[in-house]
């Protein structure tokens, strides 16, 4: 049974998507026949995501995410609930009568993940500091059990590695700089670029000749919007889309930046720094001591951290501080003032970091060991 529960705005959105999509079908496909449409979910996607109940019991319903080309899309639900096994809080699959994740209507694949409770993460929330240690200990144990999955390698292709990935964030960079109208602007994203790319080639081959540096399966995409937090900490790790085969280290450094130099705001999708320049050295400390305490690092590996970090700076900066740039209303003569002088306090601080990072480099591995 369908028992809609709706405000005008989510029944106009929820009608769309019924135009073209019988949710009947798709459920009972997943072999349900009573269920209730709690409305769509927010976000940001224009797939469908939408919250129903089953039997007492709360989902997601939504498309199945695809990876990239050529990507094998079962090893995730494989990888979750290995997870699940080893005492990860990541939300479980509805499984059809057949045991399978997903159904088939007409050619797009469904799932259903259970929907998780808790708090989302906050800078400005009292807790947040014991979050981050939290977030950090969460971390290291996914790393710990991803250690002993028994499955196969998931591997990205070549072009999807983080030297590829990076150059095109740096190319990016560049192109935005020359369209740019605003010469201040242009300038300041040009020296960023510049920064930048000063470093890399060094960076990239202190990574490249570490020893033994542990490669696993990361979580691939862990921030802040990608975990809930209750009276013990980290309640559930959602967002694995992007899981795969990868050297840790480069998401030890992404994570440290997430938790330790970028601001979360309640109700906002922006994310400012956290502090004029570097990160925040109290919640650096506490995420890596945290989790240090679940995975230290191997001989060597703890003094390439400030190089890993170099490495990822520029894809970080330009999906946090700097994505009203590459992903908002484009910036020209004319806007807002307060929002230019934003962008360009943005830049100085992504443009600093270079310098910064290479000033923390015997003090930064001292926080992880």
């Known amino acids: 049974m369908d028992e809609n529960e709706f405000t005008n705005d989510e029944q106009q959105v929820a009608s769309a ?19 209730q449409n709690l409305g769509p979910l927010e976000s940001t ?40 096994q080893a005492s990860i809080p990541v939300p ?34 009292p807790r947040s500091l014991d979050w981050v240690a939290s977030a950090g200990s969460m971390l290291g144990r996914i790393h710990q059990a991803s250690r002993h999955y028994p499955g196969h390698q998931h591997r990205w292709p070549a072009e999807a590695h983080i ?22 602007v242009s300038s300041a994203l040009s020296n960023c670029a510049d920064q930048w790319e ?13 020893q033994n540096l542990p490669e696993f399966h990361i979580h691939g995409d862990y921030h802040a919007l990608n975990l809930r937090f209750g009276p013990f900490g980290v309640s559930a790790v959602t967002g694995l889309e992007a899981a795969r085969w990868e050297k840790r280290i480069f998401e030890l450094a992404y994570a440290l930046f997430y938790f330790s130099a970028l601001a979360w705001l309640p109700g906002s999708t922006l994310t400012p720094p956290l502090v004029k320049r570097g990160f925040e050295p109290e919640r650096a400390r506490s995420f890596l001591h945290a989790y240090g305490e679940y995975y230290p690092p191997v001989q060597g590996e703890a003094e390439l951290l400030t190089d890993a970090l170099q490495i990822v700076a ?31 306090e943005h830049l100085s601080w992504a443009a600093s970091l270079p310098g910064w990072l290479n000033r923390l480099r015997r003090s930064l591995p001292e926080m992880w060991l």
Do not use: C
């Open 17 to 35: 998507q019924e135009d073209v999509l019988d949710l009947n079908e798709v459920m009972k496909a997943f072999g349900v026949s009573r269920w």
């Open 45 to 84: 996607s224009s797939s469908l995501s939408l919250q129903v109940e089953i039997e007492d019991q709360r989902y997601i319903l939504r498309e199945r995410p695809e990876g990239i080309i050529g990507e094998d899309i079962n090893f995730r639900y494989d990888f979750q609930h290995y997870l699940q």
């Open 92 to 125: 479980s699959f509805r499984l059809t009568l057949q045991g399978k994740p997903t159904v088939k209507v007409n050619e797009d694949y469904f799932e259903l993940q259970q929907q998780i409770g808790g708090e989302f993460f906050s800078t400005a929330n």
């Open 163 to 184: 030297g590829a990935v990076v150059q095109r964030y740096l190319s990016l960079a560049r192109a935005r700089a020359d369209e740019s109208p605003i010469q201040a």
């Open 198 to 210: 000063a470093v890399l080639p060094s960076s990239m081959m202190a990574i490249g000749a570490g």
């Open 314 to 344: 520029p894809i970080v900066a330009m999906n946090g501080p700097l994505e009203d740039l590459f992903y908002a209303i484009p910036i020209e003569e004319g806007s807002d003032s307060a929002l230019i002088d934003d962008v360009m």
